[in-house]
């Protein structure tokens, strides 16, 4: 048994279809996609077709404990089991302050759980040091389902399965690219897959690469940020400049490319610290492919260089805020500053 009954969406569809079905659950994390997914299986499971309007209750604002226990006390009129599904209770999180209420209902909610229900809390934050609450879900047979972002291996896998259904291939550097620029998220990437596919059969093409993804699919900013930075390392201010002008042609926002650069050479600074990529991608929450990337641009920077860039971003968002330098000069300013103070690289 996994500690507080912490369990990851996997294991989560593993005891789906082993039928180890629990009557109350907690949902959580950053990917959307397969947390709907999550749901929508269990609606499928336990909900009568034609029966949503009775046996199926989302609440999405004005949560109260009233309003689930009331809901628990009703049985199923067309279903197998009532889904009863509520969107940020607060009861996993101590923001909100209320302990002792807060576990006070839960127990009276682990008392009321019968098998003709299946409880759902979806959470955007949860707070696992609340160990009393934990503890009240794992002994009424709950489970807290974590539905993170996959890791590359598994999203190349499953790109690669999506496009092989309609017989097209990608290859791994698309692959990548592609992950990168829908930061990861799946439901992203089934928007950016299903336009690919359809964009293929349209031309009559059968494989997918940089270029096509260029023509077809949204910006890839964080690549760019990764070019306009090995620029700079490069002290080559007229390409630095070229990627910012390609940046600005895309219609990114001048605030969005500040933090972009700012965040990157964050990154940087920490992949000085990390040492290695699997403490680099665990620590950043990024694909290995960019911890691999981060690492190996921090050998052209020295931590001294990197924070005098990041302190840079810091003055320049100040500066733009306050009104004292317009957008895109002070982005041009940064270059100039950046390619100035880096040493000349080595011609060896």
């Known amino acids: 048994m996994t500690k507080n009954n912490i369990i990851s969406y996997r294991e989560f569809r593993r005891q789906i279809e082993d039928g180890r079905i629990s009557s109350w659950y907690v949902f959580s994390g950053d990917e959307d996609f397969l947390l709907e997914h999550a749901l929508k299986l269990l609606e499928e499971l336990f909900i009568a077709p034609g029966s949503e309007s009775l046996d199926l209750i989302k609440v ?93 291996a598994t999203l190349r896998s499953w790109i690669a399965a999506y496009l092989g259904k309609k017989k097209i291939k990608i290859s791994r550097e698309a692959a990548e690219s592609l992950i990168l620029r829908c930061d990861s998220e799946m439901g992203q990437l089934s928007l950016e897959l299903d336009k690919l596919s359809k964009y293929c059969e349209y031309a009559g093409l059968a494989q997918i690469d940089l270029a096509l993804l260029d023509l077809a699919c949204r910006e890839d900013i964080q690549g760019n940020i990764f070019k306009l930075t090995d620029a700079i390392s490069a002290k080559n201010i007229s390409l630095a400049l070229s990627y910012l002008d390609k940046l600005f042609k895309q219609k990114e926002p001048a605030m969005l490319i500040l933090f972009m650069l700012a965040r990157h050479f964050r990154q940087l600074l920490a992949a000085k610290y990390a040492g290695n990529k699997e403490r680099l991608a665990t620590g950043l929450k990024v694909q290995n492919f960019v911890a691999t990337r981060l690492l190996g641009q921090t050998e052209k920077f020295t931590l001294t260089e990197l924070i005098h860039l990041s302190e840079a ?32 690289p080595s011609s060896t």
């Open 60 to 152: 999405k604002q004005n949560f109260s404990l009233e309003r689930v226990q009331e809901e628990l006390r009703i049985s199923p009129l067309l279903s197998e089991r009532r889904l009863l599904i509520f969107y940020d209770s607060g009861l996993w999180n101590s923001k909100s302050g209320l302990a002792e209420e807060k576990q006070a209902g839960l127990k009276n909610i682990a008392q009321l759980i019968h098998d003709q229900v299946c409880l759902c809390f979806v959470e955007s934050k949860t707070d696992k040091r609340l160990k009393k609450n934990y503890s009240i879900l794992k002994e009424a047979g709950g489970y807290h389902v974590e539905v993170n972002k996959e890791n590359e």
């Open 313 to 344: 971003c810091y003055k320049t968002d100040k500066a733009i805020k306050t009104g004292e330098i317009e957008e895109r000069t002070a982005l041009e300013m940064i270059l100039f500053e950046a390619v100035k103070a880096l040493p000349l």
